[in-house]
């Protein structure tokens, strides 16, 4: 299971960082992913890391403003926010890809607790 933090109330260019702490002793052998999800809106694919962090991959409406990276000696993977916009506003929430399409929710398990980011504009 993974728990989130970190999120809170932001200004817009604003940054926040985000953690996902994962239980297990196998998660450096896992691909993990952050989604969101805005009230009354779908899970958002946001990014996704490969087992040693080398590969990551962004959706459009964030690239170049967020990063992702991971410290398996931790269990931890982190989503670094930059430039925080008002319809970055939702739940973010981390999860393990089981395999399959690494933008779709469905093809990953294990989420936990989200944590809410609001930006004020």
């Known amino acids: 299971v993974q728990q989130a933090s970190g999120g809170g109330l932001v200004q817009a260019g604003g940054s926040l960082r985000l953690s996902c702490a994962a239980s297990?002793?196998?998660?450096?052998?896992?691909?993990m992913g952050w989604f969101r999800q805005a009230p009354g809106k779908d899970r958002d694919f946001v990014t996704h890391?490969?087992?040693?962090?080398?590969?990551?991959y962004y959706a459009d409406s964030v690239k170049g403003r967020f990063t992702v990276s991971r410290d398996n000696a931790k269990n931890t993977v982190y989503l670094q926010m930059n430039s925080l916009k008002p319809e970055d506003t939702a739940v973010y929430y981390c999860?393990?890809?089981?395999?399959?399409?690494?933008?779709?929710?469905?093809?990953?398990?294990?989420w936990g607790q989200g944590t809410q980011v609001t930006v004020s504009s």
């Open positions: 890391i490969t087992w040693t962090g080398g590969s990551t």
């Open positions: 999860a393990v890809f089981l395999g399959g399409d690494y933008r779709v929710a469905r093809d990953y398990r294990y």
């Open positions: 297990g002793r196998a998660f450096s052998s896992y691909r």
